[in-house]
């Protein structure tokens, strides 16, 4: 998708307890390599000691790996096992195989048993290893396991080489947009913050860059006639220009970057535009511009655009939906209350291959009321991207740093729905079961902000094992009935 989003190199290897036949590991090793579908280098060093897993790291890292399986074709041997998780610059996952592929006498591996030993080990080191849901299988298993762990260690890598800049603070009585630097250091992102002015005076000195009208052509057939303003196009296409020369150029020792910049209200009039259809065309290419600085969204959003390898939003949590248009086009036709649905907004950030055909170019409705006199056409109030978002599977998420400088977080699926809005801005019908209890329980309750990411599929099972990883402990999700919140009253 983008050179933004890392490509993960998986390795394997295999590891055995020297009392138990090193065969059984081998071999179940190749059997798997030759069972898995996609790319997947063999390590040829079996670990049995730790000089072998040390020679093992520098094959694995020499082929060029990045994420690796650490497979216990028997008990395994627990310190050199997870010496490779501690040596090895990348996140590893932990497997195990199991029985029926050998005679029960010297065909049996115990990996079941060593698979307890190693996440022992692994605690007392203070080490991360990914282990998935019930980690023992066959070939074919541990096959599926491995397919499942790879969007999982793109998200890992990428955090891990993560930079987010930002322009200007957030803006007033937005405080629900805080943002703890405490907790970006402990997840291992960096961060810039800059000012608005540097970010201004870095776009006039772009004013005549000669890659301004290929860049205005690719806009203007990515829209299509009638739906952009053309005498726009030049101050956005130098907009996006100067943000993508900033993140290359203040990468530093990172590989990849997220934005969180300020888009109101000063910086339409400064610059001539909102910013919105410029952010919306950088999410598309995997590489998040969070509004109004949040900077936990820009984190959220590029977890998510990581994991699916696709473009995401961030939208507000925003209104109900009318009773009106829940009995015209909900009830009765998809099995939701009205309680369950909402609308999720924002000014013209979704990119367009996320929304209905109808969607165009405009102005911002509520940043013209506010900004441009009463009565006159829009002007610099333009550059919002609109329409209803496109129908369709959603993960909704938020990793935050809250004002106590706790990690917290969300994962919730669901679905927008193919109802119209009869709105505007960039915004959709959202439907989640349980919503109207997840949100008094789970986003007031724990006062989260207002800002939602939205991944574009069902994606609620790798975004909480990255969230796991990343050593979040209070991952909340969208109880059922039968499980009620400790916080929800049981007479209400």
Same mark, same amino acid.
């Given at each position: ?88 610059? +990348? ?17 049996? +591996? ?35 396991? #491995? ?19 930002? %322009? ?25 913050? !800059? ?33 952009? %303003?053309?005498?726009? !196009? ?88 009318? +009773? ?119 986003? #007031? ?48």
């Amino acid at each position: 998708m983008s050179t933004n989003i890392p490509e993960v190199k998986l390795g394997i290897v295999a590891v055995s307890r020297d009392c138990f036949p090193i065969a059984l590991s081998t071999q179940r090793r190749k059997n798997i390599v030759a069972a898995y579908p996609g790319e997947l280098y063999e390590c040829p060093i079996t670990v049995e000691n730790e000089n072998d897993a040390l020679r093992a790291v520098a094959d694995v890292t020499a082929a060029g790996c990045n994420a690796l399986v650490v497979f216990l074709g028997n008990f395994g041997p627990e310190t050199p096992e997870t010496l490779i998780a501690q040596k090895f610059d +990348g996140p590893c996952m932990y497997v195990s195989a199991a029985e029926g592929d050998g005679d029960m006498i010297n065909g049996r +591996g115990d990996a079941y048993c060593g698979m307890l030993n190693c996440s022992y080990n692994l605690g007392m080191r203070h080490l991360k290893g990914y282990i998935p849901e019930y980690p023992v299988g066959t070939k074919d298993d541990i096959c599926k396991m #491995i397919a499942e762990f790879v969007p999982i260690a793109r998200a890992i890598i990428g955090v891990k080489n993560l930079k987010i800049i930002t %322009f200007g603070p957030r803006p007033q009585d937005f405080f629900a947009c805080n943002a703890p630097i405490r907790g970006l250091y402990e997840l291992g992102v960096e961060i810039e913050e !800059n000012s608005e002015l540097d970010l201004l005076v870095s776009y006039k000195a772009h004013a005549g860059d000669p890659r301004i009208s290929a860049v205005c052509a690719e806009m203007a057939a990515e829209m299509g006639e009638g739906r952009y %303003f053309p005498e726009m !196009n030049e101050r956005l296409a130098q907009f996006e220009l100067t943000l993508l020369d900033w993140a290359d150029a203040h990468k530093g020792a990172r590989k990849y970057v997220a934005f969180a910049n300020k888009c109101w209200p000063a910086f339409p009039e400064a610059f001539g535009f909102e910013p919105c259809y410029v952010n919306s065309r950088l999410a598309a290419r995997g590489i998040p511009v969070a509004c109004e600085v949040d900077i936990y969204g820009a984190l959220s959003e590029y977890i998510g655009a990581c994991v699916t390898n696709d473009a995401v939003t961030l939208l507000d949590i925003n209104n109900s939906v009318p +009773g009106y248009i829940y009995d015209e086009d909900i009830k009765g036709k998809f099995d939701y209350r009205l309680t369950d649905t909402f609308m999720g907004f924002h000014c013209g950030n979704t990119p367009e291959c996320k929304m209905c055909e109808s969607r165009a170019i405009k102005y911002q409705l509520i940043q013209h009321r506010l900004l441009e006199p009463e009565g006159s056409d829009p002007d610099f109030t333009r550059g919002t991207l609109e329409g209803d978002i496109a129908p369709g599977d959603i993960t909704f998420y938020r990793l935050q740093c809250d004002s106590e400088g706790k990690l917290r977080s969300y994962v919730a699926e669901g679905q927008v729905l193919p109802v119209a809005t009869r709105s505007f801005g960039g915004i959709g019908i959202f439907a989640i079961p349980e919503m109207g209890r997840f949100y008094r329980h789970v986003l #007031i309750q724990k006062r989260y902000p207002h800002h939602g990411a939205v991944a574009f599929a069902h994606c609620g099972k790798a975004l909480f094992e990255v969230l796991k990883y990343l050593g979040v402990q209070d991952i909340a999700y969208n109880q059922p009935k039968s499980l009620p919140y400790a916080t929800e009253n049981p007479w209400a």
